[in-house]
């Protein structure tokens, strides 16, 4: 990246001429440059200004954790990538590099021109899909949006990237970021008003190979793993709901925000106003300040009504056999896939009970000192599938997955989220999550099956997984 002095003031003229700056450097350069300028802005709910930015068209994303006080939203890809294939992770680290070779970066500070404001500066938003091929449809994108705002504790930060070469007409562009930047400045939200449900519609559902198929896959499965032919196999359900009117999107993700504050909710926009939303309880990596954090979770059990029944629920997750094997399974993996990239782990001994709304998990967080210069996606290419959301070996389970579950899982199970220019970022599981388009919904949810899983029981946990999303749909 190359950094240009900071804005001499905030005002449009300085901003005029940073712009010239860069269009001169792109006509030095001989090819266009992504300009990036990050200015703090008072208060913003990113989910609240997608909503006004959004067009159906384009790409956005969304990610929010509540209850770590963090949120992200961009919109309109100002630059766009895609790839399939085993090599699909370093194709868009490759991409990236590539473009922060001919990027120019400005503001981002907190005004003392030291500390960096969070979220500042160029994010690459991305998603990669379960499989590593799809059969219409590529296997990872990655893009920068045109306008991103964030909140991180009670700091805001407006994001504004603009491509420039060297015939820009840059009296346009600045004209263009200086009203973007008004408009996030001082965004005002009573002009928003979701599309909420205007009178009761019918949701039909139907079962991807029929309503008795899941115990019948979960039995075969048993058997496969009884024989010895894999430890683990992790199958999932499709649900396909269709209904008159068009499902909204950010009416499911104000819900679902408000009931999982332990989950990141998200949103992936797609072409052809397709968005792939939901509420993860499950990071798969994050690298942030020399640190590469993650987590083993595996082992589901449901709530109580009471104090009681919960603690008695969350006692017989502990002591279960079945689920301690399962999660057990899923550390070890990672700790071996991080040893084959040189990131040494030591598991702890005790994991925790994960309490979300409706169910609850078996958690073992999982951290590591990797020091600069580490790039998130080096992880991601090791972790992805874990055997929580595959199975383990995970190279002996992939065929039996597409022949038992019957459809092609895209985007579920697969990795949503962000990197910047350092590398550093977050990549959570798409679980708990659905296929939107327009008036028709797939919703995913699916449980590890081991050689003591019962199949009855594995469908009314899935059963359980899926009713988070179905709710947020109503």
Known sequence: MVPISQFRSLDFESLRQFLCEAATVASEKGTSQLVSISLPVRHVDPLAVLESIYERDQFHFYMEHPAGKEAIAGAEAVIAFSASGEKRFEAIQAFAR????????????????????????????????????????????????????????????????????AGADVDFLAKKVWAAHGKFFHFDYS???????????????????????????????????????????????????????????????????????DCYTFSFGLENGRSFIGATPERLVEVKKGYLRTVALAGSIGRGKSASQDAQLASELINSAKDIAEHSLVAESIRERLASIHVPVKLGKESTVLRLANVQHLLLPIESEVGDGFHLLEAAQALHP?????????????????????????????????????????????????????????????????????????????????????????
């Open 98 to 165: 590539g473009v922060l070779d001919n990027c120019i970066v400005t503001g981002g500070t907190d005004g003392s021109g030291n500390d960096l404001l969070p979220f500042s500066g160029p994010h690459f938003f991305t998603a990669f899909s379960f499989e590593d091929r799809l059969r219409s449809d590529a296997a990872a994108r990655v893009f920068v949006p045109r306008w991103q705002v964030s909140i991180s504790g009670n700091i805001s930060v407006a994001v504004a990237n603009v491509l420039v070469d």
């Open 386 to 474: 874990t055997p929580a959301v595959g199975g383990y070996p995970v190279d002996l389970v992939r065929g039996d997955i597409a022949e038992l579950e019957g459809f092609e899982r895209g985007l579920y199970a697969g990795g949503i989220g962000w990197f910047n220019a350092e590398g550093e970022g977050e990549l959570v599981v798409g679980l708990r999550s659905a296929l939107i388009e327009g008036n028709r919904a797939k919703v995913f949810a699916g449980a590890g099956i081991v050689a003591d899983s019962d199949p009855e029981k594995e469908l009314k946990e899935t059963d359980l997984k899926l009713s988070a999303m179905l709710r947020a749909l109503g």
């Open 191 to 261: 002009g928003l008003d979701q599309e909420a449900e205007t009178e009761a519609d019918t949701v039909e559902i139907s079962e991807t190979g029929g309503s008795t198929a899941y115990p019948e896959r979960v039995a075969k499965a048993v058997a496969s793993i009884r024989s010895g032919k894999y430890r683990k196999i992790v199958l999932a359900r499709c649900l396909e709901l269709t209904r008159k009117h068009p499902f909204q999107p950010f009416v499911s993700l104000n819900g679902l925000r408000q009931y999982y504050p």
